[in-house]
Nanobody
Framework: QVQLVESGGALVQPGGSLRLSCAASGSAISIYTMAWYRQAPGQQRELVAAIIRGGSTNYADSVKGRFAISRDNAKNTVYLQMNSLKPEDTAVYYC???????????WGQGTQVTVSS
């Protein structure tokens, strides 16, 4: 069992930056693909960024060049650095840990990011 706790969400002005953190406990995250998803009001949850065990990353087209996902296996934590934030980035951001090998999928409770002037 993996528990995921997100933090770092806040109200920020357009053009600003935030760094989200996802602290994991209960199991090492090194075996999981870690990802950030987001869900805006009235919208479906969408993948923002993912990082696999080997460190390769992929991003939604809407955030490429602005967001960066990273993982620190020693700290059992995943980060999402968000730069040049736009109002359309406003959403609840969720951390996800997934392993197809052991067929496990875990979610955090989410953290609110609001981009507004």
């Amino acid at each position: 069992q993996v528990q995921l706790v997100e933090s770092g969400g806040a109200l920020v002005q357009p053009g600003g930056s935030l760094r989200l953190s996802c602290a994991a406990s209960g199991s090492a995250i090194s075996i999981y693909t870690m990802a950030w998803y987001r869900q805006a009001p009235g919208q479906q949850r969408e993948l923002v960024a993912a990082i696999i065990r080997g460190g390769s990353t992929n991003y939604a087209d809407s955030v490429k060049g602005r967001f960066a996902i990273s993982r620190d296996n020693a700290k059992n934590t995943v980060y999402l650095q968000m730069n040049s934030l736009k109002p359309e980035d406003t959403a609840v951001y969720y951390c996800n840990a997934n392993s197809r090998i052991i067929n496990k999928d875990y979610w955090g409770q989410g953290t609110q990011v609001t981009v507004s002037s």
